[in-house]
Each structure stands twice: as structure tokens, then as C-alpha cells.
């Protein structure tokens, strides 16, 4: 059972690059979650999804975008990179059933230069 | 809006000696609470969880966490620390019985680092 599982694991942007960090969950959860985490700043929700075909926007939205195409995958994608958008990322999953419980990726640790 | 404060940005205590990490919270509805722990380099871990009850809830790694609604807190603890505790840890909090597009949508605090010393 592997989870979630997120790539890369590290990569290195210039600024006006674009990339997309992947988030796959075969755990068949229909809500997924995308999160940054900067240095004492705790995690902060980017966007979520409720269920393939439908995403909203969290708190810091602005700058990346998402798809959810299957229950699987949940893509972030970077357009225009920008040096405030160095930080961590964790994608995350739950169930309807999870009682808000999470369980979350491994990180994908992203620099723009 | 909801609000967590870990207040205590980082905590060195030495191997063996007991340990309570801080947390308070503000939030209009009743909450789901959790602890999670982050090791370097690693995704976050579910330590605990709140959800209703006991108010004294244990976890996992012989951690437990108190809930005092009076005082909005939920405090984590644990009586004899171990150097593999040393890592990062988070208090979240979520919205009890949440629905739709407010399901799963928690707000963390700022994270504790827990040094620990031989």
C-alpha cells in the first residue's frame, strides 16, 4: 500500500519556469489536498479537491493551479515560477469516512532561482 | 476565522525528562483537534487525534494530548522523552462533523522543533 506518493522529491526552478508537482493516492480517497509549508509558518492550504472533476481554492491560491481528471491524481502545476514560491509541498488524501483524519505525501521540496 | 498558536517555537529538553508541547486555538465551531509529528525530510504523521469524549486521548509513541475547552488549548505530552522524538510538531485543528468542501480543510499552527539532548 503505498499511499500517497508525490514527485519529484526536489527540483529547481528558474523564475518564469513552469512545472508540475505530481500527487498520486491508491488509497481510492475522494478528497485531496495541496499544502505549503514555509519555515515557521506551519502548513498552508493551496487548493483541494472534493472529488474528481471538482477543485476550490484554499488560502494561498495564487500562482499555481490544479486538475482532477481521476480519483487518483491530483496534479499542481506552477505556470510562472517565482522565487516566493520556494517551499515545501505536501500533497494530502482523506475518505469521507476518514473523519478529517489526512494522510499525507512525503514532500516535494521546490527552489526558484 | 480559525486560528491555532503553538507558542513555543522551539523546545530542547534532555533523554528521559518529560515534555509538553503547547497549543491553543481559536475556532467558532466545535473542532476536531490533532498532533502531528514531522521528522526531517519526511511527510507529516498523525500522532493523535480529538474528536469528542475523554478529553485526555492517547496516541501513538506514548504521547497523549489534553483538550480543555475552557481554555481552548490541547496541550501535548509525554512523560519520558526519547532522542528519537526529535522532529517538528504541528497542531491542527479541523471542523467537527464538516461536510462538503469544508471536509479535511485543517489549519495548522506554526510547529514546535524538539531538540532532544542525550
Known amino acids: 500500500n503505498a499511499g500517497v506518493t508525490q514527485t519529484p522529491k526536489f527540483r529547481i526552478l528558474k523564475i518564469g519556469q513552469s512545472m508540475t508537482l505530481q500527487c498520486a493516492q491508491d488509497m481510492n480517497h475522494n478528497y485531496m489536498y495541496w499544502y505549503r509549508q514555509d519555515p515557521g509558518m506551519g502548513l498552508k492550504l493551496i487548493y483541494y479537491?472534493?472529488?474528481?472533476?471538482?477543485?476550490d481554492k484554499g488560502e494561498v491560491p495564487n500562482g499555481y493551479n490544479v486538475s482532477r481528471s481521476t480519483t487518483e491524481d491530483f496534479p499542481l502545476r506552477l505556470e510562472l515560477a517565482a522565487p516566493s514560491q520556494t517551499s515545501v509541498y505536501f500533497c494530502?488524501?482523506?475518505?469521507?469516512?476518514?473523519?478529517?483524519?489526512?494522510?499525507f505525501g512525503a514532500g516535494s521540496r521546490l527552489t526558484v532561482l | 476565522a480559525q486560528s491555532v498558536t503553538q507558542p513555543d517555537i522551539h523546545i530542547t529538553v534532555s533523554e528521559g525528562a518529560s515534555l509538553e508541547l503547547r497549543c491553543n486555538y481559536s475556532?467558532?465551531?466545535?473542532?476536531?483537534l490533532f498532533w502531528y509529528v514531522q521528522s526531517p525530510g519526511q511527510g507529516l504523521q498523525l500522532l493523535l487525534k480529538?474528536?469528542?469524549?475523554?478529553?485526555l486521548v492517547q496516541g501513538i509513541k506514548g504521547f497523549e494530548a489534553e483538550f480543555k475547552r475552557s481554555q481552548s488549548s490541547f496541550n501535548l505530552r509525554k512523560p519520558s522523552v526519547h532522542w528519537s522524538d526529535a522532529a517538528e510538531y504541528f497542531c491542527a485543528v479541523g471542523r467537527a462533523n464538516a461536510g462538503g468542501t469544508s471536509y479535511g480543510k485543517l489549519t495548522f499552527g506554526q510547529g514546535t522543533i524538539l531538540t532532544v539532548h542525550p
Open positions: 475556532y467558532g465551531a466545535t473542532p476536531y
Open positions: 480529538y474528536f469528542s469524549g475523554d478529553t
Open positions: 494530502a488524501s482523506t475518505s469521507s469516512s476518514g473523519a478529517n483524519v489526512l494522510t
Open positions: 479537491s472534493v472529488g474528481a472533476g471538482i477543485t
